[in-house]
């Protein structure tokens, strides 16, 4: 053949969201796995961002209120950083979460071997396999990374309030807690597509007969 016939990418984007509908229930449980990392991701950076913004306030009592609430705060700093352990923290959640995806989405391919191996027969090639099944990582990834960082803002701001009280929100750091989110939300965005890269490349070398043939 001289000439494929080349699917649309908004024709992608409408099977993507067709499939997450279908698998609803699958998709959600997916999902939340990264709305939980995410969601602590955002409560650990905003939660420094709040801290941050009582010390740099330079009141003694908030200062105290700090070292009372488990910061270490060396006499005169004036930053506060995340410590080695809330680093650690935070590496094996991102991790975990990004095992889960990939064991999640290994699942999906194994319920939909005989719609790859269709798609593959209609003649769809490797690369819109994959397409497909990035879409959808992203799609849950931007959704699940949104719900993630509203959670985590929010509890990190109740517990802050109920750590420092209302006084918090005369040094709230709008712009520096919405920098805190942004990275919360593309890291979610970015694990979600890598946890899929490794099933989505093994549903597109299937071979069409091998799909076909197996048993659901």
Known sequence: ??????????????????????????????????VLAVAFLCYILVGNDLAQSLLSSGDAQLIQKLLHAGFDIEPGATDLGASPKQRWIIFLSLLVCVVGIVNAQLM????????????????????????????????????????GVALGVLAATLTATLRFGFVLFSYYPFTHIAVSGGIA????????????????????????VEAMRVEQ
């Not at 939300?185 to 069409?208: E, F, H």
């Open 185 to 208: 939300m593309v890291t979610g965005t970015v694990l979600s597509l890598l946890g899929v890269l490794y099933p989505a490349l093994l549903a597109a070398r299937m071979q069409p």
């Open 1 to 34: 053949m001289k000439r494929l016939v080349a699917l649309p990418m908004r024709k992608s984007l409408q099977m993507a969201f067709q499939s997450i509908r279908v698998r609803f229930f699958r998709s959600l449980i997916t999902t939340m796995s990264l």
């Open 108 to 147: 999906s391919v194994t319920e939909r071997f005989r719609e790859i191996g269709t798609l593959k027969c209609l003649g769809a090639l490797d690369r819109y396999i994959v397409r497909l099944f990035v879409f959808e990582a992203a799609i849950q990834g931007l959704a699940g990374s949104i719900f």
